[in-house]
């Protein structure tokens, strides 16, 4: 994987931190109607979402017009150098339509030999995160200490599955997981929950059909903090695993567990 230049790091802290401020400042100003419904009704964007995504790409037309992009909100385009900066204005809406403060903005970095970086801004810490598997992971500049290995067993899941969903082959395979850890978190924030889990704070992020915007940033972060990260097929879907790596090994071995071999209670 490439490593990443000093001016790409800079460049994707200011990103996220100028689309969070944005979004931040929005919501603090009324969101009002402004809210509309993607696929569910907890899936959700507002104009907040838009204007911090056209924020990062006007930047980014600017400053590197050659590279691709592809944007939560539909900002795409082709990439003439190999290089493709993932981006999502804020991840977890459904928090920010509420006034949680579990949501961030994001976005990675990928070139044609994976993911170079990725950035994140939480607004409610006035915290950027920023790392990548040849750049060690940094919060607000500072060094993030080694990520603590931690079995299933002693680790805290995060995830997002519906109830609604536990009956079919791919809640069956969450069971198999969440069944062995410590502890589950659904926090809403894909990409906040890794910024915990570089952190040594959570320790295992299991989360199926995972588009790359809520997927490549905070992997970036793991990876430069001394994690691992893969995806499985399990149940008929893509499963997203990032986190310590004992308890990413077991998390994927559970997975793909064939039910009829498994103990029988």
Same mark, same amino acid.
């Given at each position: 994987?490439?490593?990443? #230049?000093?001016?790409?790091?800079? %460049? /994707?802290?200011e990103l996220v931190r100028g689309a969070g401020s944005l979004a931040a400042k929005m919501r603090s100003a009324g969101i009002g109607?402004? +809210?509309?419904?993607?696929? $569910?009704?907890?899936?959700? #964007? ?11 790409? *006007?930047? @980014? ?5 050659? *590279? ?6 539909? $900002?795409? !385009?082709?990439?003439?150098?190999? !290089? ?9 809406? =459904? ?10 903005? /994001? @976005? ?9 970086? &990725?950035? +994140? =801004? ?6 950027v995160y920023v790392g990548g598997p040849e750049l060690p992971t940094t919060r607000n500049g500072v060094r993030l200490d080694a ?12 995830? =997002? ?11 069956? /395979? =969450?069971?198999? #997981?969440?069944?062995?850890?410590? $502890? ?12 915990? +889990?570089?952190?040594? !704070? ?15 940033? &905070?992997?970036?972060?793991? %990876? &430069? ?14 499963? $997203? ?15 793909? /567990?064939?039910?009829?071999? @498994?103990?029988q209670e």
């Amino acid at each position: 994987m490439s490593a990443p #230049v000093e001016a790409d790091v800079r %460049l /994707a802290a200011e990103l996220v931190r100028g689309a969070g401020s944005l979004a931040a400042k929005m919501r603090s100003a009324g969101i009002g109607d402004s +809210i509309e419904t993607k696929t $569910s009704v907890s899936d959700v #964007v507002t104009a907040a979402d838009k204007a911090a995504e056209k924020a990062i790409v *006007d930047r @980014l037309a600017t400053e590197h017009p050659g *590279d691709g992009i592809l944007g939560e909100e539909g $900002s795409a !385009r082709e990439s003439a150098t190999g !290089r493709v900066w993932t981006i999502d204005p804020v991840d977890g809406t =459904y928090n920010f339509v509420r006034g949680l403060d579990w949501w961030c903005s /994001a @976005l990675a970095l990928t070139d044609e030999d994976g993911i170079v970086l &990725g950035a +994140i =801004y939480s607004p409610a810490e006035d915290a950027v995160y920023v790392g990548g598997p040849e750049l060690p992971t940094t919060r607000n500049g500072v060094r993030l200490d080694a990520m603590p290995d931690t079995p299933l067993a002693l680790a805290c899941l995060t995830t =997002y599955l519906h109830p609604a969903k536990l009956r079919h082959p791919s809640g069956e /395979a =969450y069971v198999r #997981v969440a069944a062995k850890a410590a $502890s589950i978190r659904i926090l809403g924030s894909g990409s906040m929950d890794l910024t915990a +889990i570089a952190q040594g !704070r959570l320790h295992l992020f299991c989360q199926h059909s995972v588009p790359d915007w809520d997927r490549l940033p &905070g992997a970036a972060l793991v %990876l &430069g903090a001394g994690g691992t990260t893969t995806q499985v097929e399990a149940g008929g879907v893509l499963w $997203s695993l990032a986190g310590a790596p004992s308890a990413v090994a077991e998390a994927a071995e559970a997975l793909t /567990a064939d039910p009829a071999q @498994l103990p029988q209670e």
